[in-house]
């Protein structure tokens, strides 16, 4: 295995949040063996490969699988069709190599400048300017996370969007969020337990807005529309940044 050190020192909110997005990407042994396995066909196997190869249901392997996508050591392309039916998904490693990188830290210069600059902008159009960068830098990241098998009948319908908040959830936390999702029926969130921008966060709140932004892209390609609003925010004097969602 390949071991890239961290090229700075870690803060402890940065260490704990590292050891929990490993965690939640290889916290279980099984899904240590998919990935492996995965990882030793570079042409891609589907659910149902890898369930068979591991005598578990495809529902199973599918749910492991998904999460490693959204973790980004995975990506998901289709394999074409060899009859009328529709071309199965496959999983397929991010990286040749088999290693773990984690890139938790931020440009300090770069992210001042985002923050001085967007400062000096009307605060609507500065808002407006975040959210859009957020929206494009989300929509990149669901680009290999669709939700699979996700039915959109009534019944369904709540199912799916809590099954994609959780996606959003580990995907902001291997960007360095240590989010989750949580609520009851149409009161539900995704809390940030860390913000990757730090202390330019506080002293320029509008960056905020980067955050709404994401969870709003990432939620537009792998559930549907959604309604986004900033509930929480450490840069305004809450324990942790907490953004809405609304189907």
Same mark, same amino acid.
């Given at each position: 295995?390949?071991?890239?050190?961290?090229?700075?020192?870690?803060?402890?909110?940065?260490?704990?949040?590292?050891?929990?997005?490993?965690?939640?990407?290889?916290? =279980?042994?099984?899904?240590? %063996?998919?990935?492996?396995?995965?990882?030793?066909? !570079?042409?891609?196997?589907?659910? &149902? $490969? /890898? #369930?068979?190869?591991?005598?578990?249901?495809?529902?199973?392997?599918?749910?492991?699988?998904?999460?490693?996508?959204?973790?980004?050591?995975?990506?998901?392309?289709?394999?074409?069709?060899?009859?009328?039916?529709?071309?199965?998904?496959?999983?397929?490693?991010?990286?040749?190599?088999?290693?773990?990188?984690? =890139?938790?830290?931020?440009? %300090?210069?770069?992210?001042?400048?985002?923050?001085? !600059?967007?400062?000096?902008?009307? &605060? $609507? /159009? #500065?808002?407006?300017?975040?959210?859009?960068?957020?929206?494009?830098?989300?929509?990149?990241?669901?680009?290999?996370?669709?939700?699979?098998?996700?039915?959109?009948?009534?019944?369904?319908?709540?199912?799916?969007?809590?099954?994609?908040?959780?996606?959003?959830?580990?995907?902001?936390?291997?960007?360095?969020?240590?989010?989750?999702?949580?609520?009851?029926?149409?009161?539900?969130?995704?809390?940030?337990?860390?913000?990757?921008?730090? $202390? /330019? #966060?506080?002293?320029?709140?509008?960056?905020?807005?980067?955050?709404?932004?994401?969870?709003?892209?990432?939620?537009?390609?792998?559930?549907?529309?959604?309604?986004?609003?900033?509930?929480?925010?450490?840069?305004?004097?809450?324990?942790?940044?907490?953004?809405?969602?609304?189907?």
């Amino acid at each position: 295995m390949v071991d890239r050190p961290l090229n700075r020192t870690l803060s402890p909110t940065e260490f704990a949040n590292l050891v929990n997005a490993v965690s939640s990407a290889f916290g =279980d042994p099984t899904r240590r %063996d998919m990935y492996l396995l995965v990882h030793e066909h !570079a042409d891609g196997m589907t659910a &149902n $490969d /890898v #369930a068979d190869a591991n005598g578990v249901h495809p529902n199973v392997a599918r749910h492991h699988l998904d999460k490693l996508v959204a973790s980004g050591y995975l990506e998901v392309g289709q394999r074409a069709s060899a009859g009328a039916g529709r071309p199965a998904k496959i999983y397929r490693p991010t990286n040749s190599e088999l290693e773990l990188e984690f =890139d938790l830290g931020h440009d %300090d210069i770069l992210v001042t400048l985002l923050g001085k !600059a967007l400062s000096r902008l009307p &605060n $609507d /159009v #500065a808002a407006e300017l975040a959210e859009e960068v957020g929206i494009e830098f989300g929509r990149k990241m669901a680009g290999s996370m669709k939700a699979s098998g996700a039915s959109r009948d009534e019944e369904s319908t709540q199912r799916s969007f809590r099954s994609a908040l959780h996606v959003v959830a580990d995907a902001l936390s291997s960007h360095g969020f240590a989010a989750h999702a949580e609520g009851e029926d149409g009161d539900l969130r995704i809390v940030s337990g860390h913000c990757p921008f730090g $202390d /330019v #966060a506080i002293e320029h709140p509008v960056i905020c807005a980067v955050d709404r932004g994401m969870v709003k892209g990432l939620l537009e390609n792998l559930y549907g529309e959604t309604a986004v609003a900033i509930e929480g925010s450490v840069a305004r004097g809450d324990e942790a940044c907490a953004v809405g969602v609304e189907s």
